[in-house]
């Protein structure tokens, strides 16, 4: 009998980014894209969105751009020690054991690698906040969205984060791009068939349309254009604007994420044309410069750089 997934996942918590450009990077997502500072310290600042989750960002100074580690919710304390022992019935060793974690907004946790060396974590009882725009009137992020990673085996990653992570396959993009869900969200992880493992995306969450256009308008104003969009995917159905932030990592504005429900949901294969990869039609297909800032550059995974 196959191991069961190491624990229900309720959400896509925090993303930490290693990145050669950290302190103005922390100003842009500060002082343009919307996030608030919550921490900052030598080399390393921590963001939050107007949600609930004590910081949604983390960026660490680096030497190349790389992704640090994906965090993800679980509801207890009891789940994390659960989640460690069928870690060891899958065969994935610990980075870190069950316990308080000692990082900026606390909580228990443990850590892990998944095959191409990037950091996960599990978390409960990460401290509390008061959400800063409770009534959802300024243009400024919600939450995180979803992360796409790159990979070298996008059937090796999927396996991977169903059986052991318990996600389901919401869509696929032929066979380069499959959407991974833990919640109701259409998917908090994607993978992109590539040569090399790295860091495609980070997308946040704005609380609606009219909230996704004006955030564009606010970056518009000062002097930034998105690298693709406004548009709307058909994956997802998701509204799209990508930018790059200082580091040339890519960000994306979204809203209007598709909302599964279970027993009704059936995973489709979309074609890669320009009509699917946006609805509207008002951004055509990625140019070559978007596709260059996803590509990103090789990341050699935790274990080049995680220090216990």
């Given at each position: 009998?196959?191991?069961?997934?190491?624990?229900?996942?309720r959400a896509l918590r925090a993303v930490t980014l290693r990145s050669t450009q950290c302190a103005d990077s922390g100003e842009f997502y500060r002082e343009v894209w919307g996030?608030?500072?919550v921490e900052a310290d030598r080399g390393a600042v921590w963001l939050r969105g107007s949600g609930d989750e004590h910081h949604v960002l983390q960026l660490e100074q680096a030497d190349q751009n790389a992704l640090g580690k994906i965090a993800f919710a679980v509801a207890t304390p009891r789940e994390v020690d659960a989640a460690a022992a069928r870690l060891a019935a899958h065969g994935v060793g610990?980075?870190?054991?069950?316990g308080k974690l000692d990082q900026v907004g606390g909580g228990y946790g443990l850590r892990f690698a998944d095959p191409e060396g990037r950091l996960v974590e599990l978390s409960a009882e990460v401290e509390a906040v008061v959400p800063g725009d409770p009534y959802g009137r300024a243009a400024v992020p919600r939450k995180l969205a979803h992360v796409v990673l790159n990979t070298v085996d996008i059937d090796a990653a999927c396996?991977?984060?169903?059986?052991?992570l318990g996600m389901r396959i919401s869509d696929w993009s032929e066979h380069q791009m499959a959407f991974l869900r833990c919640?109701?969200?259409h998917h908090v992880i994607a993978f992109n068939?590539?040569?090399?493992a790295s860091v495609n995306h980070i997308a946040y969450e704005m609380n609606s349309i009219d909230h996704f256009m004006r955030g564009i308008g606010r970056l518009k104003?000062?002097?930034i254009t998105p690298l693709w969009g406004p548009g709307r995917h058909g994956p997802?159905?998701?509204?799209?604007g990508y930018f790059a932030d200082p580091a040339g990592l890519v960000c994306e504005y979204t809203s209007e994420v598709a909302q599964v429900e279970e027993d009704a949901w059936l995973c489709r294969v979309w074609r890669r044309t320009p009509e699917l990869s946006d609805l509207w039609g008002t951004a055509g297909p990625p140019s070559k410069d978007v596709r260059a800032h996803m590509r990103g550059v090789p990341d050699p995974g935790y274990s080049a750089w995680w220090q216990s």
């Amino acid at each position: 009998m196959s191991a069961e997934p190491i624990a229900r996942l309720r959400a896509l918590r925090a993303v930490t980014l290693r990145s050669t450009q950290c302190a103005d990077s922390g100003e842009f997502y500060r002082e343009v894209w919307g996030l608030q500072q919550v921490e900052a310290d030598r080399g390393a600042v921590w963001l939050r969105g107007s949600g609930d989750e004590h910081h949604v960002l983390q960026l660490e100074q680096a030497d190349q751009n790389a992704l640090g580690k994906i965090a993800f919710a679980v509801a207890t304390p009891r789940e994390v020690d659960a989640a460690a022992a069928r870690l060891a019935a899958h065969g994935v060793g610990l980075v870190t054991e069950p316990g308080k974690l000692d990082q900026v907004g606390g909580g228990y946790g443990l850590r892990f690698a998944d095959p191409e060396g990037r950091l996960v974590e599990l978390s409960a009882e990460v401290e509390a906040v008061v959400p800063g725009d409770p009534y959802g009137r300024a243009a400024v992020p919600r939450k995180l969205a979803h992360v796409v990673l790159n990979t070298v085996d996008i059937d090796a990653a999927c396996e991977f984060y169903t059986r052991v992570l318990g996600m389901r396959i919401s869509d696929w993009s032929e066979h380069q791009m499959a959407f991974l869900r833990c919640n109701a969200d259409h998917h908090v992880i994607a993978f992109n068939q590539a040569e090399f493992a790295s860091v495609n995306h980070i997308a946040y969450e704005m609380n609606s349309i009219d909230h996704f256009m004006r955030g564009i308008g606010r970056l518009k104003h000062n002097g930034i254009t998105p690298l693709w969009g406004p548009g709307r995917h058909g994956p997802g159905s998701n509204t799209f604007g990508y930018f790059a932030d200082p580091a040339g990592l890519v960000c994306e504005y979204t809203s209007e994420v598709a909302q599964v429900e279970e027993d009704a949901w059936l995973c489709r294969v979309w074609r890669r044309t320009p009509e699917l990869s946006d609805l509207w039609g008002t951004a055509g297909p990625p140019s070559k410069d978007v596709r260059a800032h996803m590509r990103g550059v090789p990341d050699p995974g935790y274990s080049a750089w995680w220090q216990s």
